[in-house]
């Protein structure tokens, strides 16, 4: 399974940015589909998950300004990011994982977002 990330860019705090994630089989069979990211020197971190049966988390930096969804018609995985701060400056990765067991877990190429003025 491929999942091919893409969307990042360079951009001015309080902008915004969408990223995609875009799969290489349907969606509907894997469990949940995430968004973690990785800043120099920092812990690879959750940003956003979505399951297939569309319920969502999000880390809480990015509650309120971050969106994840799905369209499975065309097995892609959004993170549309608003307000954005030089703090969300990270390599960003999607993932797709099995819930509750180690059966499946994909990991796509990261994308680089930069926030800064």
């Known amino acids: 399974v491929q999942l091919q990330a893409s969307g990042g860019g360079l951009v001015q705090p309080g902008e915004s940015l969408r990223l995609s994630c875009a799969v290489s089989r349907s969606i509907l069979s894997i469990h949940a589909m995430g968004w973690y990211r990785q800043a120099p020197g920092k812990q690879r971190e959750l940003v956003a998950a979505?399951?297939?049966?569309?319920?969502?988390t999000y880390g809480n930096s990015v509650k309120g300004r971050f969106t994840i969804s799905r369209d499975n018609a065309k097995n892609t995985v959004y993170l549309q990011m608003n307000s954005l701060k030089p703090e969300d400056t990270a390599v960003y990765y999607c993932?797709?994982?099995?819930?509750?067991?180690?059966?499946?877990?994909?990991w796509g190429q990261g994308t680089q977002v930069t926030v800064s003025s």
């Open positions: 993932r797709g994982y099995a819930l509750g067991s180690d059966e499946y877990d994909y």
């Open positions: 979505i399951t297939s049966g569309g319920m969502t």
